[in-house]
């Protein structure tokens, strides 16, 4: 069954510094990998969706990357700001499934 | 655009009483449907998934059950709430497979809490 990790499991940053979360799931026949953000008490906001064929994605400050032969992604935040902070998810869909799996999250606090 | 809708937002519930959560969602058609639960300090548990009305399928065993009675409608309920059914509930819905990139919006979430 696929498994995904997210490490750490809880960051702090002084504003303005470059940060790198990371996500590895265990099997490698996903069909994409996206990235959300949660704030307390509130849904999933999609970040960023990469599909398996590609490398990385990137919006604005965020830049998402993908190695899917190791079973890794990596969300990198560029300049990050107090109002980045909440805790960040990372799922894996497999090829032919319908559902996702989740990463227990990254809580992000961002110092001002 | 697209948007989906969860009430109630908040929910206080006894330990035995029934539950009804309700998702739309907004400007698709046939979209896939989801329930997923959030427990305190854990991750997304999916409850549910529907390809379509009526159509069903339950990821783990337990005292909820879904509904799909329109195209843009999903019901969660129960007949009898346990204490361990408390959480937050999120909706979801992506549009089908091979029709894009499949990507997964959320609802609002339902935080539930059996006393």
């Known amino acids: 069954k696929q498994e995904v990790t997210q490490i750490p499991a809880a960051l702090s940053v002084p504003e303005g510094e470059n940060l790198v979360l990371n996500c590895s799931f265990t099997?490698?026949?996903?069909?994409?990998l996206q990235w959300f953000r949660q704030d307390p008490g509130k849904g999933l906001t999609s970040l960023l969706l990469?599909?398996?064929?590609?490398r990385e994605q990137t919006s604005g400050r965020l830049n998402a990357s993908l190695d899917k032969s190791s079973g890794r992604s990596t969300l990198y935040i560029a300049a990050s700001q107090p109002g980045d902070s909440a805790t960040y998810l990372c799922?894996?869909?497999?090829?032919?499934?319908?559902?996702?799996?989740f990463g227990t999250g990254t809580r992000l606090t961002v110092i001002p | 655009s697209q948007t989906i809708h969860q009430w109630p937002a908040t929910l206080v519930q006894p330990v035995g009483s029934p539950l009804s959560l309700e998702c739309t969602v907004e400007?698709?058609?046939?979209?896939?449907l989801y329930w997923y639960r959030q427990a305190a300090g854990r991750g997304l548990q999916l409850l549910f998934y529907?390809?379509?009305?009526?159509?069903i399928s339950s990821e783990v065993p337990q005292n909820l059950s879904a509904s799909r009675p329109q195209d843009r409608q999903f019901i969660l309920s129960s007949k009898k709430l346990l204490l361990s059914d408390s959480g937050f509930y999120l909706c979801?819905?992506?549009?089908?497979?091979?029709?894009?990139?499949?990507?997964?919006?959320f609802g609002p979430g339902t935080r539930l809490t059996v006393l």
């Open positions: 979801a819905w992506t549009v089908k497979g091979g029709q894009g990139l499949n990507e997964q919006f």
């Open positions: 099997d490698s026949a996903i069909y994409n």
């Open positions: 990469i599909q398996s064929s590609q």
């Open positions: 799922a894996v869909r497999e090829t032919g499934a319908n559902n996702l799996f």
């Open positions: 400007g698709t058609s046939n979209p896939n």
């Open positions: 529907s390809v379509g009305i009526g159509q």
